[in-house]
């Protein structure tokens, strides 16, 4: 079976109250493009990522605010950070790395929240059930081309509102040559094994 990928570059989200704190009081994020996950966006508002080793600009707010503020890297990222952030589910993220957020009106240091994203993919109980996977957590999935091959562990995120794409960092992308909404194929059965 195949499914669509969609590439994720670095990017925050942040609760409310941080929201208030980087941009100012009562500030709501403006959309600037929705995502194709259902009632998320790209913001227009963008922020710095920081450690004591050194500073990213212009990394974009994913909205609508979250629970949680949460950033997320590739390893490129984290080793320029001079951070060893773990590869976590969004969300997971006790003993993960400590960044700080720089907005134009303040700054937030969160103790926990800088992760790597595992690779997932979004689908709905019913496609998961039409593929098979009910109870199956990870997959591999096949990459065809000139730097093709199997990529292992890729999680499945399954949601009422979801749409249906493989979700992967800028590094996985770059080692594969994959490029947004290249078809990638699910292995199931025995192909996973």
């Known amino acids: 079976m195949k ?3 969609g590439i994720s570059n670095r990017h925050v989200h942040v609760t409310k109250e941080h929201l208030e704190i980087l ?3 009562n500030y709501e994020l403006q959309v600037l493009r929705p995502v194709n996950q259902p009632g998320q966006f790209a913001s227009v508002e963008k922020v710095s ?5 050194s500073k990213i600009d212009g990394v974009r707010i994913l909205g609508p605010v979250r629970p949680y503020t949460q950033v997320e890297v590739s390893k490129t990222d984290a ?16 003993g993960s790395e400590p960044i700080t957020i720089i907005g134009p009106c303040g700054k937030v240091k969160i103790e926990e929240g800088c992760i790597l994203a595992t690779r997932h993919i979004h689908m709905t109980p019913e496609e998961r059930k039409k593929l098979g996977l009910e109870g199956v957590s990870k997959v591999n999935v096949k990459i065809e081309g000139e730097k093709g091959g199997i990529m292992k562990e890729v999680h499945i995120k399954s ?35």
């Open 3 to 5: 499914v669509t990928v």
């Open 23 to 25: 941009f100012g009081e």
């Open 49 to 53: 990522i920081e450690t004591s080793k």
């Open 79 to 94: 080793i320029k950070l001079g951070l060893n952030p773990p590869v976590r589910d969004s969300g997971d993220l006790k």
């Open 159 to 193: 949601a009422d509102a979801s749409y249906y794409e493989m979700h992967i960092d800028t590094d996985d992308a770059n080692a594969f040559l994959l490029t947004n909404n290249d078809q990638v194929e699910i292995l199931i059965g025995k192909e996973y094994e």
